[in-house]
């Protein structure tokens, strides 16, 4: 199987609020990944992200991340690799 020409970044990530009292706004969703080693195909991959999230009322929140290779959201039909964390937050006034 030949590999696309313009592949995607080696990894993305993608930011939601999943519980909380209240609202919660990402100022990047997706995040850039910055890369600092590796990103080919087959090559081990170290990168970094950032995001800053503002929460509108003080309590208990959980944030949801999903990070993606460059396969994409479920893999693009071939091989699929993904992994998915729940982040708890508690936002004091």
Do not use: I, Q
């Not at 100022?27 to 929460?55: I, Q």
């Not at 959980?62 to 936002?91: F, I, P, Q, R």
């Amino acid at each position: 199987m030949a590999l696309p020409k313009n592949l995607p970044p080696p990894v993305r990530l993608e930011w939601s609020a999943y519980r909380g009292p209240a609202g919660v706004m990402f100022d990047k969703d997706r995040p850039a990944m910055e890369t600092l080693a590796g990103g080919a195909v087959n090559v081990p991959f170290r990168g970094k992200a950032t995001t800053t999230v503002t929460f509108s009322e003080p309590g208990e929140y959980v944030l949801h991340v999903n990070a993606m290779d460059y396969s994409g959201e479920g893999g693009s039909g071939e091989v699929c690799c993904w992994t998915t964390a729940m982040v708890k937050v508690a936002v004091t006034p």
